[in-house]
């Protein structure tokens, strides 16, 4: 049995005036056919919104690349899940008996979804300055210890304007195997640059030149 919504309703710092919004976004597609799908599409629009918002706002000198890495960093699945699991939303979710037995109310995906379908339902019941107001109180800590736009970037990229700054040719990558299962493959990529070598391996080719580019930078 599943503890009162007063007290998600606490956890949350929002009463819904309008509680059945927030029994719909906490129903999964696997418990009912009225489910938390179309809130979660509202809700991801939302969040999206307000997080650029914050970002335009906070960081005025950040390139467009930049805010949007700031952006894609915050509305993540990782870190909504994060800030669902905080909250103790599993608690409170509405599975069928699949996603029940399978642990479902522990799943990245289902809480992140979860989430953004309560931003989706505080919004219809109290509009957008409600919406937003949740949205960087639960953000706070992530927004405080938010990375400067530039930590962003990935190595690729950071790799490539430490040699444009250098005036070296930019990276060359190879593949050099791949292997496993074709559901489950691996690849294992050599980068060569400033006369380095480094040599990773991922679940894909972009993984493995990531971190091989990776590598070669904390060789340089």
Known sequence: MNPPLSRLSAALGYTFRQPELLEEALTHRSASPHNNERLEFLGDALLNLIVAEYVFQHYPKASEGELSRLRSSLVKGETLAELARGLRVGDWLRLGLGELKSGGFRRESILSDTLEAIFGAVYLDSGLDACRDLV???????????ADASDLKDPKTRLQECLQARQQPLPIYNVLEIGGEPHAQSFTVECTAAELRAVAAGSSRRKAEQEAARRLLEQM
């Open 136 to 146: 960087l109180r639960l953000y706070q800590d992530c927004l405080t210890r938010l």
